[in-house]
C-alpha cells in the first residue's frame, strides 16, 4: 500500500508561489493519474510585492513553457541586468552588482587575479568595464543575446522586474489550460491523522471537505499548515539580518525604465525601485529597533520622484527559515518555507528550487523519510548561503553615520562567512559551495563594491608581465565597449517587441 503513487495534491495558497506550484506541477502531471487542486482565499488576498528577479527565472518560465515576449508584455515587464547599488558602501558612492560575468577566465585560473594584478600599478582600472551588463546599463540599453552570436552578446544572464499580480495571473491561465482545479474559499481548519499527525483533509469555510495526499502550503508568512498546525519551527536569524519591517508604495514612471533595480541605503535600511513599463514599485526595508513605520513611510514618500498610485503598504516580517520545508506529507513553498529580505530578490528563485526539488524527490504514499531529508538538507544549505551574500552587505559597509550602520559593521557574522572575507581578502579566490544561488562574479563584484581588495593574488600567474596582461584586458575592455554600444536602447527594445498596450 504504502509504494502506491500519490494520487491527489493540494496546494493552498493562490500567491506567486502558490501558481508557480500549480504551473510546474500540472506539466509534471501529465500522462499520470494525478490531480492538483488549489485552493486560494482573494478575500485574503496575496501579499502584493516581489517584483524583482534573478537570472533562474529565465530558465523557469523556459521550462514551463512561456514564451519570452509574451510574457514580458502581460506581465508589463522590464529586463534586469543587474542592482545598481547606491550610498552602501560609502555615502556619495554607488556600484553595479552585474549578472552577467566578469572578463575571461585564462589558463584556468580565473580573471579577478588579472584584474587585482593589473589594478595594482593600475589604480584606475574599473571591474564594471569588464562586464557586458554593466556597459548595457550604463547606456540604459538591452539586446536578447540570440541576436548577437559571436560577441558579447551572444550568452550572458539577466532577469526580470514584473507585476506579480499580473505573474500570478498569467500561471493560473497556464494552470487551469492544464487541468488544476481552482477554489476560491477560505481554509477553515486542517485535518490530521490521529495515528502519525499526517494531514488528510481541508474543511473550507463553504463547508466542503478538500481531501488529499500531499499539501503544498503556499500560504504565506503564516504557513497556516507548516507552522499554524504542524508546529515545524523557525530558525531565527534577526541578530544578522535587522531589517524586519517595509513599506511599499508604486509610483508614476517620470522616465524612462532602466534595465536595472536600484537599491539606495538609508539611515536604518535601504530603498527599493523596480522599474515596470506601467509604473514604478517604490520600497524601504527598514529595521524597527531604530526607525518608526512612521518615519519611514515618511521618508519614502519623499524619495519617490513620481505621483503616487497606491497608499502606502506595511510589512512586517522576521528574517530566517523553517526549520523542514518537508514534514510529514506537508512541503511549504515561498513565504511560509522563511524569509529572506528582498535586497538580492532571491524569494521567486528559492520558490524555484524548492519546486525543482519536489520534482526530483517526487513521493510516493511511503513518503521515504530518506528523500525528506535530503531535501530538507539543500533547503537549509541554499537559504544559509543565501543569507551569507545579504548579510555580506551590510557588514562590509564603511558607513558609521546612523546606529543601524554602526551595528552592521560591529556584528559578528556567521563563521562560514567570515572565512569567505577572509580568503578572498588574502589571496583573491572566492569560495562557493555547490550549488548556490549567486555566481562567484556576484561576489566578486560585492567585494569590489565595498573595497575589499585581495592582499595577493593566484602564485600561477606571477610570472606574466604587467604589460602581457594588459594587452589581454585592453583587448576584452574594447570589446565589451563596442558590443555594449551596438545593443538597442531598453525603452525601444520593449517598444519594438514585448510593450504592454499602455507602454508610453
Ligand atoms: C517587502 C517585500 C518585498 C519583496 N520583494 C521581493 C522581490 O523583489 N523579489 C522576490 O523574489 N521576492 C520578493 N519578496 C517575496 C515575495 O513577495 C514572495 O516570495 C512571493 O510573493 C511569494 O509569496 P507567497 O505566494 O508565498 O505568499 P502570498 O503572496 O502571501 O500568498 C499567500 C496565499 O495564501 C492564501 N491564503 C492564506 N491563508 C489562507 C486560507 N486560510 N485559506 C485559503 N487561502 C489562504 C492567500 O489568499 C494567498 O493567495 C518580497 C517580500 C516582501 C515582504
Redesign the pocket.
Known amino acids: 500500500m504504502l509504494d502506491q503513487p500519490i494520487k491527489k495534491v493540494v496546494i ?9 506550484a500549480a504551473a510546474s506541477l500540472s506539466q509534471f502531471a501529465a500522462g499520470k493519474e494525478l490531480s492538483i487542486t488549489l ?16 537570472p533562474s527565472i529565465v530558465h523557469y518560465n523556459h521550462t514551463i513553457g512561456l514564451d519570452e515576449l509574451d510574457f514580458i508584455r502581460a506581465t508589463r515587464a522590464s529586463f534586469k541586468l543587474g542592482i545598481q547599488f547606491e550610498d552602501w558602501h560609502k555615502q556619495g558612492e554607488q556600484f553595479f552588482h552585474p549578472f552577467a560575468d566578469y572578463g575571461i577566465n585564462f589558463n584556468g585560473i580565473e580573471f579577478q587575479h588579472y584584474f587585482y594584478r593589473l589594478k595594482k600599478n593600475n589604480p584606475s582600472e574599473h571591474l564594471h568595464d569588464y562586464s557586458i551588463a554593466c556597459q548595457l546599463a550604463k547606456h540604459n540599453r538591452f539586446a536578447q543575446p540570440r541576436e548577437n552570436p559571436n560577441n558579447p552578446l551572444a550568452d550572458y544572464s539577466y532577469a526580470y ?1 514584473f507585476d ?1 499580480t499580473l505573474y ?1 495571473k498569467v500561471l493560473r491561465e497556464l494552470s487551469l489550460s492544464r487541468g488544476v482545479i481552482h477554489l476560491d ?4 481548519q486542517v485535518n490530521l491523522r490521529e495515528a502519525d499527525g499526517f494531514i488528510t483533509s481541508l474543511l ?2 463553504n463547508g466542503q471537505t478538500v481531501e488529499g495526499d500531499l499539501f503544498i502550503d ?5 504557513g ?1 499548515l507548516i507552522e499554524e498546525t504542524l508546529k515545524t519551527g523557525y530558525e531565527d536569524w534577526q541578530e544578522w539580518l535587522l531589517c524586519d519591517a ?1 513599506v ?1 508604495v508604486q509610483c508614476a514612471n517620470t522616465r524612462e525604465p532602466t534595465p536595472y ?1 536600484r537599491v539606495t541605503a538609508l539611515n536604518a535600511g535601504w530603498m ?1 525601485q ?1 522599474p515596470l513599463q506601467h509604473r514604478m ?1 517604490n ?1 524601504y ?1 527598514f529595521s524597527s529597533r531604530f526607525l518608526s513605520k512612521e518615519s519611514a513611510t515618511e521618508t519614502l514618500l519623499e524619495k519617490i520622484s513620481g505621483t503616487p498610485l497606491t497608499q502606502p503598504k506595511p ?1 512586517v ?1 522576521q528574517a530566517g527559515r523553517r526549520k523542514k520545508v518537508w514534514n510529514k506529507n506537508c512541503y511549504a ?5 522563511g ?1 529572506l ?2 535586497l538580492e ?7 524555484q528550487t524548492g519546486i525543482t526539488h519536489l520534482l526530483t524527490f517526487f513521493p510516493d504514499m511511503s513518503f521515504d523519510p530518506a528523500m525528506i531529508n535530503e531535501v530538507n538538507r539543500r533547503h537549509q544549505h541554499e537559504m544559509e548561503r543565501i543569507r551569507d551574500f545579504i548579510i555580506l552587505h551590510y557588514k562590509l559597509t564603511q558607513r558609521d553615520d546612523t546606529e543601524f550602520w554602526r551595528y552592521c559593521q560591529s556584528m559578528t557574522i556567521p563563521d562560514s562567512l567570515q572565512h569567505k572575507i577572509d580568503l578572498f581578502k588574502s589571496c583573491g579566490h572566492i569560495v562557493q559551495h555547490e550549488p548556490e544561488a549567486f555566481e562567484k562574479s556576484s561576489w566578486l563584484s560585492i567585494y569590489h563594491g565595498f573595497a575589499v581588495t585581495p592582499e595577493r593574488t593566484d602564485n600561477r600567474i606571477d610570472h606574466f608581465k604587467d604589460a602581457d596582461i594588459k594587452v589581454q584586458l585592453e583587448k576584452i575592455k574594447a570589446s565589451l565597449a563596442e558590443a555594449g554600444q551596438q545593443a538597442t536602447r531598453h525603452e525601444d527594445f520593449i517598444r519594438k517587441h514585448c510593450a504592454a498596450p499602455d507602454f508610453e
Do not use: Y
Not at 503556499?218 to 503564516?222: A, P, Q, V, Y
Not at 530578490?345 to 520558490?351: A, D, E, F, H, R
Open positions: 493552498v495558497g493562490g500567491g506567486t508561489a502558490g501558481w508557480m485552493i486560494e482565499s482573494t478575500a485574503i488576498g496575496t501579499v502584493g510585492v516581489g517584483e524583482a528577479t534573478i522586474h506579480a500570478a474559499e477560505k481554509v477553515a473550507l469555510a503556499c500560504t504565506g508568512f503564516k497556516l517595509a511599499a533595480t527599493w523596480i514599485g520600497g526595508v510589512f516580517f513553498l515561498g513565504l511560509a518555507s524569509f529580505e528582498p530578490s532571491t524569494s521567486i528563485s528559492l520558490i
